[in-house]
T-cell receptor
Framework: QKEVEQNSGPLSVPEGAIASLNCTYS??????FFWYRQYSGKSPELIMF????GDKEDGRFTAQLNKASQYVSLLIRDSQPSDSATYLC??????????FGTGTRLLVSP | GAGVSQSPSNKVTEKGKDVELRCDPI?????LYWYRQSLGQGLEFLIY????????KSGLPSDRFSAERTGGSVSTLTIQRTQQEDSAVYLC?????????????????FGPGTRLLVL
């Protein structure tokens, strides 16, 4: 079992819809979680991080964390074609390395 | 500099040759990380530096891989006797510190990567 698991997708949504990206993790010692966006051929860029149970909102993005279920999600409201990318979920224990999932490819159609 | 920089951006080498990959972190960032991303795969951790020391080398795949960091800034990842399976994008990231004081919430900022192809 991988430490961080994501559905590889692609997840296809129409423009303006809500995209829901999900991630589960196995290490209960993980304290913080990060969502990165990676366009093809580019390096990952941070969207959000979350460390407390519940929701955290930033513009069109909402990260959700449920430590009891070991589940992290990212909601993208009013999806745009420019949101089409691979979304990487990562967990981190203390000051240690990020452990990444393999990413979910999102396709937003006009 | 404004961001993490890496060089070269692309490297093609022959099997058995040694290669050196360089990373310049964001100025003032004490923590530096190397990751590897193979085609269609997620990022795989290689090594972490705090200052010039490497508390975590657990991700280095074999003894052909080594890394050093000098002056608390530039880092070099060296791959000796390269093999075809070493072909990947090698990404460097830096953060303000290792996150010890903030429960691991320090953001890691990634460089553009070095695309390595071993023929």
């Amino acid at each position: 079992q991988k430490e961080v698991e994501q559905n590889s997708g692609p997840l296809s949504v129409p423009e303006g819809a809500i995209a829901s990206l999900n991630c589960t993790y196995s290490d209960r010692g993980s304290q913080s979680f990060f969502w990165y966006r990676q366009y093809s051929g580019k390096s990952p860029e941070l969207i959000m991080f979350i460390y407390s149970n519940g929701d955290k909102e930033d513009g069109r993005f909402t990260a959700q964390l449920n430590k009891a279920s070991q589940y992290v999600s990212l909601l993208i409201r009013d999806s745009q074609p420019s949101d089409s990318a691979t979304y990487l979920c990562a967990g981190r224990r203390g000051f240690q390395k990020l452990v990444f999932g393999t990413g979910t490819r999102l396709l937003v159609s006009p | 500099g404004a961001g993490v920089s890496q060089s070269p951006s692309n490297k093609v080498t022959e099997k058995g040759k040694d290669v050196e990959l360089r990373c310049d972190p964001i100025s003032g960032h004490t923590a530096l990380y190397w990751y590897r991303q193979s085609l269609g795969q997620g990022l795989e951790f290689l090594i972490y530096f705090q200052g010039n020391s490497a508390p975590d080398k657990s991700g280095l795949p074999s003894d052909r891989f080594s890394a050093e960091r000098t002056g608390g800034s530039v880092s070099t990842l060296t791959i000796q006797r390269t093999q075809q399976e070493d072909s990947a994008v090698y990404l460097c990231a830096s953060s303000l510190d290792g996150g010890e004081g903030r429960g691991g919430m320090e953001t890691q900022y990634f460089g553009p990567g070095t695309r390595l192809l071993v023929l």
